[in-house]
């Protein structure tokens, strides 16, 4: 999928050979969506998701006072549901992304109909919204079906932040591939879709969210100055790596907008801008992938 092998030849290069690091902020506006897809739907369960609306305005505060557009991925169901706070990103610029109905995983759905049908209406939702269909998508989970990618295809999409096959350097995202428990794989081709990758390391979910399932508990609730080490060096790591780099950060509303981890995230902010950093919508950072390389076949 990707040459892992640090590059620094003039190729990895900003556009006028001079270094550039981008950091894209970006925000699954979850609310309620990973409770009611669950099937956790009592007050309390419910409640932990309301609170993203209040973590939600939080945010847009922070990021206005250090002039900073985000990429909010959004479930349908969330702007249907909280349509005046969902308008209140799209007036303050940031990007509305798709990302799902409601937090439902792609590989729960028993048919592609039924799969396609929910990316369709989370399109159609956010065009409502916003204007405009979604340029990105970010699944619910991380996870695709057999099916996520073809869809993804179908509906247009110009990017996905699901995957984790590099940290700094967007690819595109192959189809196809033949697993053979036995043999090497077979590598399909690359299809036009750009991978904007993520990693659970810079996601606030595991590190900080408490949670109690049948079968087990997500303890997180870790301490924010361990949280703020561990993401800044992961930047610190791109600059001294990469001439050039986009990390992307993901966070929840319900989650970072806790006044400790908002204080947190505000001065991970102020240490990223003592560097020369770009800050970047998603959209924006996958338009400079895409001016630096080749296009890939449909």
Not at 114 to 131: F, H, N, P, Q, Y
Not at 247 to 254: A, L
Not at 274 to 292: G, I, P
Request: some cysteine; glycine content about 8%; hydrophobic content about 35%.
């Amino acid at each position: 999928m990707v040459d892992n092998t640090a590059d620094t030849s003039s190729a990895n290069k900003g556009m006028n050979g001079m270094a550039r690091h981008i950091v894209c902020m970006t925000f699954d506006f979850d609310s309620l969506t990973p409770q009611i897809a669950r099937g956790y739907t009592t007050p309390s369960r419910r409640s932990r998701g309301e609170f993203g609306v209040v973590g939600a305005g939080r945010l847009l505060a922070l990021l206005k006072k250090h002039d900073i557009r985000s990429t909010w991925f959004t479930p349908g169901q969330t702007i249907e549901s909280y349509p005046d706070a969902a308008k209140q990103v799209v007036d303050a610029g940031h990007e509305i992304a798709h990302h799902g109905w409601t937090h439902r995983m792609p590989s729960s759905y028993e048919t592609r109909d039924e799969e396609a049908a929910d990316v369709k209406r989370g399109c159609e939702t956010i065009k409502s919204l916003t204007g405009r269909y979604p340029r990105g998508y970010r699944s619910p989970a991380w996870e695709f079906s057999d099916h996520t990618l073809g869809i993804l295809l179908e509906n247009g999409f110009d990017y996905e932040s699901s995957l984790m096959g590099d940290d700094y350097t967007p690819y595109r995202v192959r189809q196809d591939d033949v697993i053979e428990p036995e043999q090497p794989v077979i590598f399909g081709p690359e299809t036009r879709l750009v991978e904007m990758p993520v990693s659970w390391t810079l996601d606030d979910s595991p590190v900080f969210e408490y949670q109690r399932h049948d079968t087990a508990i997500q303890q997180g609730l870790a301490n924010t100055n361990d949280v703020l080490e561990n993401w800044y060096d992961d930047f610190l790591y791109m600059q001294q790596a990469m001439d050039w780099g986009i990390i992307t950060y993901s966070c929840h509303p319900q989650v970072i907008g806790r006044g400790h981890r908002m204080l947190m995230l505000e001065r991970l902010i102020e240490k990223l801008k003592q560097h020369d950093v770009t800050f970047m919508a998603m959209e924006e950072a996958v338009d400079e992938y895409l001016s630096r390389t080749p296009s890939a076949a449909s």
